[in-house]
């Protein structure tokens, strides 16, 4: 049984209007989360990911920012169409969102017991001690431990896995439908990653919420999501079925994001990096045609001319690219050989 859309993103345009002009941060679009599932937004650093996350959530500041088009549609509501104070009845309770940096997200003068706290205040009409109760229930959920005695911590006394564990408590407090987790693990070593990745796959399964899961890491996304999506410049290059993806990647840019992954147990000759030559283009000069030709190693003439068109391969497998053919490509990326 196909499960229903929980979150619809259609022709999304997130623009803002700055003094060199207007910048086209995220151009047109398209994203479904189905309820349950794990959506990976990956790509580079100035792609469009976290202004993706933070349009879902309404906090697009507005001057400079302005909603030039599209829609979020959540539970079957327009939520660009809403007003603030029914965002501010969504935003905690039924879509949460993990932030990249705990330490600068967590208020340094509060208890974190306190600021998860205020989120269940905020959006339920529970007693003081029933707070205390929900707040040591999240904790506990989250594996911190002894968390009668560390809600009544600071910030400051937590290492950084504990206080990531905090903001994913916090985000899980009202119990959400969905969790915006923008690159949770930026900031940890590889093994506290791995505790948080594996905390939040096991807390998807336990309460049944989906994830967008924001991150430059295709390897993370190989063992959390479901579905991927590769941003580049503001627009979707390539999108598919995460098994899709990884065995049949169409377009150069994903292909030159896994091949720019080390693998362990390569002998020196293929141990050296492939590397994207270049860097993303600066929205300000968006260049023409293809946003990714001028990076692209197998251009074509058309492709600094006309800009392609999203080519649908079947089966949930779309592809912004000119030299897209029925035929999949021979090279594929083992996912599996990456050590975690």
Request: glycine share 8%; with cysteine.
């Amino acid at each position: 049984m196909k499960n229903s859309a929980l979150l619809s993103i259609r022709n999304l345009k997130t623009y803002f209007q700055v003094r060199g002009g207007v910048l086209k941060a995220v151009d047109d679009v398209s994203l479904t989360i189905d309820q349950g599932e794990t959506l990976g937004l990956v790509g580079e650093s100035g792609c469009g990911k976290s202004v993706t996350a933070s349009s879902i959530m309404g906090l697009i500041p507005m001057p400079p920012g302005f909603m030039a088009g599209g829609e979020i549609v959540f539970e079957g509501e327009d939520l660009l169409k809403a007003r603030e104070s029914r965002m501010r009845q969504i935003r905690g309770s039924k879509i949460s969102m993990i932030f990249q940096e705990p330490m600068t997200s967590l208020n340094p003068v509060f208890t974190v017991g306190d600021q998860v706290a205020e989120v269940i205040a905020l959006h339920e009409k529970l007693s003081r001690k029933e707070i205390r109760e929900r707040v040591i229930e999240s904790f506990r959920l989250v594996r911190i431990p002894a968390p009668e005695s560390r809600i009544s911590d600071y910030p400051h006394q937590m290492s950084g896995g504990m206080r990531q564990r905090v903001m994913i408590a916090m985000a899980l407090a009202c119990h959400p439908k969905l969790m915006i987790a923008d690159e949770p693990t930026t900031a940890l070593d590889v093994t506290i990653q791995a505790q948080i990745l594996e905390l939040m796959d096991n807390l998807k399964s336990e309460t049944g919420a989906s994830i967008l899961f924001i991150t430059h890491d295709l390897g993370v996304i190989a063992e959390m999501a479901q579905k991927v999506a590769v941003m580049y410049a503001g627009k979707v290059m390539e999108a598919a079925d995460a098994e899709t993806l990884f065995s049949e990647p169409r377009h150069p840019y994903t292909l030159g994001l896994m091949r720019s992954i080390p693998v362990v147990g390569l002998d020196k000759k293929q141990r050296r990096l492939i590397t994207i030559p270049g860097s993303v283009p600066s929205l300000f000069s968006l260049p023409q045609g293809c946003l990714f030709h001028e990076r692209c190693a197998e251009g074509r003439k058309e492709c600094g001319l006309v800009e392609p068109p999203m080519i649908d391969l079947g089966k949930g497998h779309i592809v912004r690219c000119h030299k897209v053919n029925p035929k999949p490509q021979q090279e594929s990326w083992n996912h599996g050989s990456r050590e975690s």
